[in-house]
Nanobody, 124 residues
Framework: QVQLVESGGGLVQVGGSLRLSCAASGRTFIIYGMGWFRQAPGKEREFVAAINWSGGETYYADSMKGRFTISRDNGKNTVYLQMNMLKPEDTAVYYC?????????????????WGQGTQVTVSS
């Protein structure tokens, strides 16, 4: 069992930056692929970014490429999402998720554990 706790959300102006963190419990964090997803009001949850177990492979949704960066620190059992040049359409609850298969992917069905989410609001 893995517990995931997101932090770092908040209110930011258009063009600003935020760094989200996701801290995982347990000593097996290193084997998990990790992903970030988001859900805006009235919309379905969508893929944001993912990283494999080693950090050697990363994946991004097209609309986040060049603005968002996913990274991980296996020594701290933490995955990060650096978000730059934020837009109002980035407003959403952001969730991190863990994939026991170690891959990290854009598919929700590949993930076994989910955090509770952290709210990001971008004001214009």
């Amino acid at each position: 069992q893995v517990q995931l706790v997101e932090s770092g959300g908040g209110l930011v102006q258009v063009g600003g930056s935020l760094r989200l963190s996701c801290a995982a419990s347990g000593r097996t964090f290193i084997i998990y692929g990790m992903g970030w997803f988001r859900q805006a009001p009235g919309k379905e949850r969508e893929f944001v970014a993912a990283i494999n177990w080693s950090g050697g492979e990363t994946y991004y949704a097209d609309s986040m490429k060049g603005r968002f960066t996913i990274s991980r620190d296996n020594g701290k059992n933490t995955v990060y999402l650096q978000m730059n040049m934020l837009k109002p359409e980035d407003t959403a609850v952001y969730y991190c998720a863990a994939d026991r298969g170690g891959r990290g992917s854009g598919l929700e069905a590949h993930y076994d554990y989910w955090g509770q989410g952290t709210q990001v609001t971008v004001s214009s």
